[in-house]
């Protein structure tokens, strides 16, 4: 599970304020096929809100479904609310992108000249 700054789950609360759920985890619970789906979206979008149906929490309670989800993702837990939760994962940049691209050089321009 990685680390979160307290800055950045307000910023990841606020932005998911009104959205609605993206995932419902359902009486099975945390199955790998939700895992999956939990991977793909985090992969497209850092944050996602995940919504745990009330037969889901029969077995167990959402804090612990929230706790699993979050371990087994590899991603932050920013906040459980009722049955609702959300989760946070950075994005990382893969170095070997980075290190065939040259590096970025702006081109000097002579502003004091006027054109004739």
Known sequence: MSKITTRMKRHVRHE??????TLWIGKDGF??????EVEKQLSKQKMLKIK??????EKE??????????????????EVR???FILYRRHNI?????ENQPPITKKKTNSSKKPK
Request: proline residues 7%.
């Open 16 to 21: 998911l304020k009104y959205e609605k759920p």
């Open 31 to 36: 199955t790998p096929q939700v895992l999956n």
């Open 52 to 57: 745990i149906l009330k037969t889901a929490l």
């Open 82 to 84: 009722g049955h609702v």
């Open 61 to 78: 309670t959402a804090q612990v479904i929230a706790n699993q989800a979050a371990e087994q993702a590899g991603a932050s837990l920013v």
């Open 94 to 98: 893969p170095a070997s992108t980075n």
